[in-house]
């Protein structure tokens, strides 16, 4: 079982930029790859990255490459995601998930992939 609680989101105007955290229970936090959701009003549940167990693997959503970098600190139980140059249509509630494979370098962009899911953190971008 993993518990996971996302931080750091906020309201900032275009441009601005935010580091989300997500840290997870439980000592196992290195066999799990994780992913950064979103969910805006309206639309559909959209992947935004994924960073497999030890950091090799790392995918984006082409809406934010370049802009959202992924990263994990295992040693902290901690995922993070670092958003730069944020747009308004960057605005929806993020949530970060986990799951686990036995294959080192899985990193899923399938939510239907991932068993657990943190409540979600608010980021709003205001133009």
């Known amino acids: 079982q993993v518990q996971l609680v996302e931080s750091g989101g906020g309201l900032v105007q275009a441009g601005d930029s935010l580091r989300l955290s997500c840290v997870a229970s439980?000592?196992?936090?290195?066999?799990?790859?994780m992913g950064w959701f979103r969910h805006a009003p309206g639309k559909e549940r959209e992947f935004v990255a994924v960073?497999?167990?030890?950091?090799?693997?790392?995918n984006y959503a082409d809406s934010v490459k370049d802009r959202f970098t992924i990263s994990r600190n295992n040693a902290k139980n901690a995922v993070y995601l670092q958003m730069n140059s944020l747009k308004p249509e960057d605005t929806a509630v993020y949530y970060c998930?986990?799951?686990?494979?036995?294959?080192?370098?899985?990193?899923?962009?399938?939510?239907?992939?991932?068993?657990?899911w943190g409540q979600g953190t608010q980021v709003t971008v205001s133009s």
């Open positions: 960073i497999n167990r030890n950091g090799g693997a790392i």
């Open positions: 439980g000592r196992t936090f290195s066999l799990y790859f």
């Open positions: 998930a986990a799951d686990r494979k036995d294959y080192i370098d899985y990193a899923s962009k399938m939510a239907s992939e991932y068993e657990y």
